[in-house]
């Protein structure tokens, strides 16, 4: 008989076995359940993260359900304590299911003739969770609740079959990542940034137990809506585990005096633009979970002071900020606009990327071009003076001009005739081509090739090219093209070497003068400000040790902000994201073995050791690269070089011309300031022998010196001008006499007009004289060959 029960009970535990293993394969567990299932992925929501693993925005998944996958490694220890404190005290040891806590469930129900509690298990909830009722995300989650003996029964057998299948930490992870929390929000991580703006693996006791409680009812106990009933949920919770002794008194107390409060349910957003971009890429590689290198902590300063700008600018102009790690070309922060949530300032268009003018931000590139070339030296003699250019007039930002600049104050002060006779010593396509092997595009107009407007911002480039050719500064002449992620490639490229690197950034940051003191302090930036035509784009770019940064600012539409440019928008802005860096380890500036500092001499730019003194007209400190001291470029169209001969008369106190020299008159070597640069050079400026006086009768036509043939007419010296009687204001037409080539007329430095002689003559059209203040003031006409009639007025009754 015993015999007989025992092969009974065996074939009774047989069939059941048998049908539990048809059962498996009659209703296998959804695909779903799997962890690397690739049923999965459409139903994933795809996060961009930042390198510490902060997201920085969220989309749904295919089901509408805003989820954030996370492993139990992942989650605070406080949150699985309270879960399974609360849900599952035996989760480790049992099979799926609590015959204790069902027993209890079935004597209650009998007691009270009504389901008073269900004794699921944590496997019985993701099994109701994995039902084939609930896949529809869209439903409400009511029906995926019941308590019918028939859905009991199921979700029963469903968690056997999940016990049978995956291991504990496998269900407990399926939990974690599928409990509803509210709305469309799933999962502990979602609802911890959602909820608590916080990662759940952060969580303090109080935080843990409200997250611990919320699937019990997520609409219910939503704490964005309802945190009264948040609260006292949570400290049913705390209730629990500290009657369980799972948590001690105190760190309950503690707990309970945090109030529940959590703001409207929004998706929490940090460089909303990058996030995007980077979920494209993310979307062809399969991804839903998307690194980044982004610092999440410097992109809220970046943001915060982005919008703390906005206040002052038009409500149509966005702004746009980069910042790269000069070590590796890592992007720690990134501002496609301003305001993402601001469409007046067209907040989607990622400006970063745009296409724009970079007005002057290129010139750095162009002198360190030069260094290398050996055409200059950091205090090479250049001229800032009206000039043509085959056509080409440029003027200066403010209209003014300043004579005589060294290499130094015209890259400083971003002037532009200086530039554009380097670039076209040094040729437009050769300098485009150089920018483009290290990551810089230039984009001309169709069917428009490389000229010298390039300098001025006759190109387009982007943010990100131009942050990224500015690290050269930092690293010694290498670029660096900014990346997103880790697995983008690290493609230093060579734009200078590591001298013209270093003469150039100390030019930007110092003024360029050997032997002044480095700024040891987080200030220390050298930076660079650009406009483009018609004030459509101010630019800003920084170097530090450590970061570079980029800002631009204006209309992505392309339309001009007047009075909005470089130096007054963009160069602040660009300052208080360098403070916002925080203090850096500053390392004492090295200087490359290429580079040394020596005294030269002006007009001719050689060194002073090697210049006679009679021909130091002017002495300067200078950078060298490689020792060279270049002399000053030669002048366009001059028949004779800087250095000439002074023909001088007997006893050596007058000069003569060769015409008119008497057999004992003797030359003796001068030099003498580029013929463009004459109005600008005081007497006591120039050479000694040519400060003598002609000898009567016998004087020359120096090269660049006034000339008797140059001459104003309509207006003559120390006139005091007055408007007419009952006119407001004075209109004196003028014209100027034997010039050669065009005329340039200034007033008080600043360009007036540029004339060129109508075809096939040498008149001109007359010049219209208008003074708009009192005053005395000078009036300047100067030709191609460099001669110049200057006079003073003044101007009374305006």
């Excluded at 930042?50 to 805003?66: H, I, K, S, V």
């Excluded at 994995?130 to 409400?140: F, G, K, M, P, V």
């Excluded at 660049?704 to 104003?712: D, K």
């Excluded at 080539?741 to 010049?767: C, F, I, N, T």
Aim: hydrophobic share 45%; aromatic share 6%; glycine share 10%.
């Amino acid at each position: 008989m015993r015999r007989a029960l025992r092969r009974r009970a065996w074939c009774a535990v047989a069939v059941f076995v048998l049908a539990l293993l048809g059962l498996d394969r009659l209703f296998p567990l959804p695909a779903a359940a799997w962890p690397d299932s690739p049923a999965r992925r459409p139903l994933e929501a795809v996060v961009v993260l930042a390198e510490d693993g902060t997201p920085l925005r969220y989309w749904p998944g295919a089901d509408g359900a805003m989820r954030h996958r996370v492993t139990l490694e992942q989650v605070s220890p406080l949150y699985v304590e309270a879960l399974l404190g609360y849900e599952d005290r035996g989760f480790w040891w049992h099979p799926g299911i609590n015959p204790a806590a069902l027993l209890r469930a079935g004597w209650q129900w009998l007691r009270a003739g009504q389901v008073v509690s269900g004794g699921s298990t944590l496997t019985m909830q993701v099994a109701r969770l994995l039902d084939a009722e609930c896949a529809d995300r869209q439903r409400n989650l009511q029906t995926c609740a019941t308590r019918s003996l028939g859905a009991k029964a199921r979700q029963m057998l469903r968690a056997l079959q999940l016990e049978w299948h995956l291991s504990k930490r496998e269900i407990l992870t399926l939990y974690l990542n599928e409990a509803p929390m509210g709305g469309m929000v799933e999962g502990v991580e979602m609802a911890a940034q959602s909820y608590l703006g916080k990662s759940a693996r952060d969580l303090s006791p109080a935080e843990a137990a409200l997250l611990a409680a919320l699937p019990q009812s997520p609409s219910r106990l939503r704490p964005d809506r309802h945190p009264a009933q948040a609260q006292a949920a949570r400290d049913k919770v705390l209730d629990r585990l500290v009657s369980q002794g799972i948590w001690s008194a105190a760190q309950v107390q503690d707990a309970r005096l945090e109030k529940v409060f959590a703001p409207p349910l929004r998706s929490r957003v940090l460089a909303p633009l990058l996030a995007e971009r980077l979920r494209q890429r993310g979307l062809k590689a399969g991804e839903s979970v998307v690194p980044s290198l982004l610092d999440a902590g410097l992109q809220q300063r970046l943001e915060q002071v982005l919008l703390d700008r906005l206040n002052t600018l038009p409500e149509q102009v966005s702004i746009a900020a980069l910042i790269v790690d000069n070590s590796n070309g890592a992007v720690r922060a990134y501002a496609g606009s301003a305001d993402f949530g601001d469409m007046k300032r067209a907040a989607h268009v990622d400006m970063v990327r745009g296409l724009r003018s970079p007005g002057s931000t290129l010139k750095p590139f162009l002198y360190a071009m030069a260094l290398d070339q050996g055409l200059v030296h950091a205090e090479s003699l250049l001229v800032d003076a009206p000039q043509n250019f085959g056509g080409y007039a440029p003027g200066n930002f403010q209209a003014d001009f300043s004579g005589p600049v060294s290499v130094s104050e015209a890259l400083q002060r971003s002037l532009n005739v200086p530039a554009v006779d380097l670039l076209e010593r040094i040729g437009p396509e050769r300098f485009a081509a150089q920018l483009r092997g290290a990551g810089l595009r230039l984009r001309m107009p169709a069917n428009a090739a490389p000229n010298l407007s390039l300098i001025l911002g006759g190109g387009s480039t982007r943010l990100e090219e131009l942050v990224g050719a500015y690290t050269a500064l930092a690293r010694g002449g290498e670029a660096l093209q900014p990346r997103l992620q880790a697995q983008d490639p690290l493609r230093p490229a060579r734009l200078m070497s590591e001298g013209a690197a270093f003469i150039v950034r100390e030019i930007l940051e110092n003024g360029g003068r050997p032997g002044a003191p480095f700024r040891e302090s987080q200030a220390r930036i050298a930076w660079k400000t650009g406009t483009s035509f018609g004030f459509r784009d101010a630019w800003a770019l920084g170097v530090t040790d450590r970061y570079t940064l980029g800002v631009w600012m204006g209309r992505p539409d392309g339309t001009p902000n007047p009075g909005h440019f470089g130096a007054n928008s963009a160069a602040p802005l660009l300052r208080d994201l360098a403070a916002a860096l925080g203090p850096q380890q500053l390392a004492p500036r090295r200087q490359p073995a290429s580079v040394q500092a020596a005294p030269i001499c002006w007009p001719l730019g050689r060194l002073a050791a090697s210049t006679p003194p009679d021909q130091c007209l002017q002495q300067r400190m200078a950078w060298l690269l490689d020792g060279a001291a270049p002399p000053t470029l030669p002048e366009r169209g001059a028949t004779q070089g800087l250095e000439f001969q002074v023909l001088l008369e007997t006893g050596g106190h007058e000069r003569v011309s060769s015409d008119c020299a008497g057999p004992l008159a003797r030359p003796e070597p001068a030099v003498r300031w580029p013929a463009l640069l004459q109005p600008w050079i005081e007497n006591a400026q120039r050479h000694p022998l040519e400060r003598l006086p002609w000898k009567a009768g016998c004087r020359g036509d120096a090269q660049g010196g006034p000339s008797a043939r140059l001459r104003i007419v309509g207006l003559e010296p120390g006139t005091v001008l007055r408007p007419s009687p009952g006119q407001p204001h004075i209109r004196l037409p003028l014209q100027v006499l034997g010039a050669q080539g065009a005329v340039a007329w200034l007033l008080d430095g600043q360009l007036l007009a540029w004339q060129e002689p109508a075809e096939g003559s040498a008149r001109r059209a007359p010049l219209l004289l208008q003074p708009q203040r009192n005053g005395e003031q000078q009036l300047t006409a100067l030709d191609a060959q460099g001669h110049y009639a200057r006079l003073r007025f003044t101007v009374q009754g305006l």
